[in-house]
């Protein structure tokens, strides 16, 4: 790959180190490539579990960040100067059987942008110019990114949960700050559960319209339709099972969770599904990105410069901030 300057980036070396920034050499686009200059890009749980090691196919040393905003520099495919996000599903064949079948998150060849290929935590990147996706203007940079991984993966794992009217959201982090709000504008009721002794979360949740928010120990007030798990705690899926009604729904949102212990087969009796969600389709971001002005999202935001990730990352693993952590190039 041709070469052109050198940038500042974040580097995972290895699974359990921290990030080393670092400068590292500008890659050029390739053939329906663009190369993107990063102004923001969100920090999600999955970079997480890159940390630790728990993403399979995931290959280091790796530069991560899938919620990347930035400006088309050079390339093909997007003029350049064009404002584009930059999301997890870096690439699809487009030619095997779930290509084939309009399931082209599950496609056997896939790239994962921060994963299996560089990410935004860096002041450029080089992407697939077929997964950069125009972002909707009413957005800063800095709102924009979280609706590129916790937005959209969020808003599959809301539309597999079925258009039941009341959903319980567990784990009320960056995905679930923004379904909450899609979920109000849709007018359905929200319930948020999180860690027994996180009352800020919970105080979080009621401002962002949650009918109801308290332990996820604790059972909701009224059976749910359905629910969406974003915390990455296989106990919770009993429970879940357990709040909602014959017939629901419950959707794991995560890319990696804790064992999920035995459980009675009452629990799922009655028709009730569990599920996963995989990734993201260009469909989804399509009606996604659509959606977020319509709805009137507000995405809330703590910006960190590129210089902290390590910060970043060691404040979302202690939950200490509502919203989504959001690195800058400056
Ligand atoms: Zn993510
Ligand atoms: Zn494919």
């Known amino acids: 790959m041709a070469l052109c300057g050198v940038m500042r980036a974040a580097v995972l070396h290895a ?15 390739g053939p329906g490539q663009v190369r993107v200059k990063v102004a923001a890009c969100g920090v999600c749980r999955t970079d997480l579990h890159l940390s630790d090691g728990e ?26 100067g ?22 082209e998150n599950l496609c056997e060849h896939a790239q994962f ?40 993966i969020g808003y599959r ?3 597999l949960a079925g258009p039941g009217p009341r959903v319980g959201l567990y784990g ?6 923004l379904l909450a709000q899609v979920l109000r504008w849709q007018g359905r009721e929200v319930f948020a559960f999180t860690r027994p002794d996180d009352l800020a979360a919970q105080d979080f ?35 879940a099972l357990a ?31 569990l599920r996963s969600v995989a990734n993201l389709t260009r469909q989804d971001a399509a009606e996604f990105l659509a959606l977020a002005p319509k709805a009137g999202l507000r995405p809330v935001t703590h910006p960190y410069p590129l210089s902290d990730a390590n910060r970043a990352l060691a404040d979302l693993r202690r939950g200490a901030l509502q919203g989504a952590a959001v690195l800058v190039t400056d």
């Open 172 to 177: 009320f982090g960056a995905a679930a700050h």
């Open 157 to 159: 794992a809301l539309r």
């Open 205 to 239: 949740a009621r401002e962002l319209g949650a009918r109801w928010a308290g332990s996820s120990d604790a059972p909701p007030p009224v059976p749910l339709d359905a629910a969406i798990l974003f915390a990455p705690v296989g106990e919770l899926v009993p429970r």
């Open 113 to 152: 942008t921060g994963a299996t290929r560089d990410g935004g935590f860096a002041e450029y990147l080089v992407a697939d110019a077929r997964f950069c996706f125009p972002l909707p203007e009413q957005f800063t940079d800095l709102e924009a990114a979280p609706l590129l991984c916790a937005g959209l």
């Open 82 to 103: 064009t404002r584009v996000g930059v999301p997890w599903l870096g690439f699809a064949c487009g030619a095997c059987a779930r290509c084939n079948a309009g399931e």
């Open 15 to 29: 699974p359990g180190q921290p990030l080393s920034l670092e400068r590292v050499p500008i890659a050029a686009p």
């Open 55 to 80: 993403i399979a196919g995931a290959t280091y040393p790796r530069i991560l960040g899938h919620e990347a905003v930035g400006t088309v520099e050079s390339g093909e495919g997007h003029r350049a």
């Open 243 to 273: 709040a909602v009604r014959p017939g629901g729904t419950v959707v794991c949102g995560g890319i990696h969770m804790s064992d999920i212990p035995r459980f009675p087969y009452a629990l799922l009796w009655g028709e009730r599904v």
